[in-house]
Structures are given as structure tokens and as C-alpha cells.
């Protein structure tokens, strides 16, 4: 698809030499076309990793995009240069005013807090609370899912009794739902969290329902029942060697952690690991922006009406 970021953004050489079509933005400004406004709150610490990540993921449908990167305002990231965040990011206070057809909510190495510990809670309760009336759908991917299920809905996040972490076979529970056409009766996934939401206290809630789960993993993807917010608990977007760098990157500061479940081959650290979910991830982007964001948003946009 055609997606229009800033012609210096990092992420377009790495996507070009993957063959994906991006957009320069003098070309994306004289085509006749309304392209989608999607936002990504980008509230991971490597945010050109992730960026790219989810550019590559959002890159395979016809549509095009505009996107807009978004950081927080009440913490700045220390792992990305200012320079980077000054040029291709902007702040809520910025967008406030704007409504976007759709919003992606990264996830943060935040997970062993409280959720009113984590410095920008508050700020993203307010994102939260304006994606209502602003946003047409969205999706809220690992910690920013259970953050998002937690303050619409008060379902809490429990700690597990170890990292949740490796690839992971899911079953869809409703495979009728259009989150999931084209999906296998069994896919995987990747997870990597020390925390989780429990399916009975989801399956209480009569506005969502559990789409995806996993005997080994839990709850993986929830959806609101009018379609309006999706929740994604693990990382459909990580690379094939996301896995392994947070393995050996906790090895080095001499942590408890255990190998990736079904990851490495032969369970070996030497090996290089295989992507073995990749498909299922441009499915599930490609569907969202399809059924839920394309399909559904009004051609005006300052008409997106407040979820109720």
C-alpha cells in the first residue's frame, strides 16, 4: 500500500529495501484520494525499532495512510535521540484538537508497576478518554491492552508467576469475527509480559469479547463488541529476532530468564530463530484497517461519532 511518512524518517530506507511501497509526501499530497489518519502513541524505549515494526505491518493493504507519530509529554524517552523525536514526533496537546480514523497504542516495559505508578498514566488516561469521541478504532497492543481494559473497563492485570515469553500457538474462539478472516484455526504469536488479564473477568463484561486465546499464554486478542477497540496481548509486530535480543540482553545483566518458549530451534540460543508468525500479523493489521477502519469510518472525518 502506499503509506506517506516523512521522506527522512529511519524507517522508509529499511522499508524500501524490503520492497514495501512508501509514499514521499509531495507525491501523497496530489493524489485525489482521503487517505487515513491512523496516530501511534509510540510508548516503547527503541521507538525506531517499533516504528518500523508497525510501518511494515500497516504497508500491506491498498489503502494509504498518513501517520502520525505521537510521544508523551509527561516523560521523554531516554533511549531515542531528541533529535528523532523532534523531527517525526508530535505531542497529544498537538492533536488534541484532530481526529484520526485510527490509533495504535504500543506497548512499555512498564508491566511490574501499578498502573497509576507509571509516570505518564495520567496523560494516557486523558488519550484514552479523547480516542472516545476522536478516534473511530483502535488498537492497543500488550501493556497499553491490559492499561486500556483496566480503565474502561476496571479489568485488572495480575503478575504471573514467570515471564510469559516465546512464540505461542492460539485458538480463534470466534472465527466468524473479521479481525481474524483469513486466519488459521491455530497461529502463533509472539508474548513476552510478566503480567496478564484473566478471561473470566472478561468474559463478565458484556461490552467485550475473548477472539483469540491461548492454553499456554492466556487472553491474546479481546475485542469491544461494537467493534471500536481492539486489544492485542502479545506482539504480532516483532521482529524475528525481537525475542532473542530481550533474551540475551537480560542473560547479560545476569537475570533469572529462561529461554523463549518454542523459539529458538532445538531450544538452542545458538540458532538463529525462524519468523514463524509473520503472516498472521499482516492479517491482523491488514483486517483492522480493512473491516474496522476503511470500512467504517465516515469519508468525513470531523463526523466520527463518540463511542458510547
Known sequence: MPIKIPNLLPAREVLENENIFVMNEIRAAHQDIRPLKIAILNLMPTKIVTETQLLRLLSNTPLQLDITLLQTESYTSKNTSAEHLQAFYKNFSDVKDQKFDGLIVTGAPVENLEFEQVTYWDELCRILDWSRKNVHSSMFICWAAQAALYHKYGICKYPTEKKVFGVFEHNILNPSHPIVRGFDEVFLAPHSRHSEVLSEDIRKCPKLEIIAESDRAGVYMVASKNNRYFF????????????????????????????????????????????????????????WLNYFVYQETPFDIETIEQEI
Not at 530481550?246 to 540458532?271: A, C, H, M, S
Open 232 to 287: 492485542i496481548t502479545g506482539h504480532a509486530e516483532y521482529d524475528y529476532n525481537t525475542l532473542a535480543g530481550e533474551y540475551f540482553r537480560d542473560k547479560q545483566k545476569g537475570l533469572d530468564i529462561q529461554v523463549p518458549e518454542n523459539y529458538f530451534p532445538g531450544d538452542d540460543p545458538e540458532k538463529t530463530p525462524r519468523n514463524k508468525w509473520r503472516s498472521h500479523a499482516h492479517l491482523l493489521y491488514s483486517n
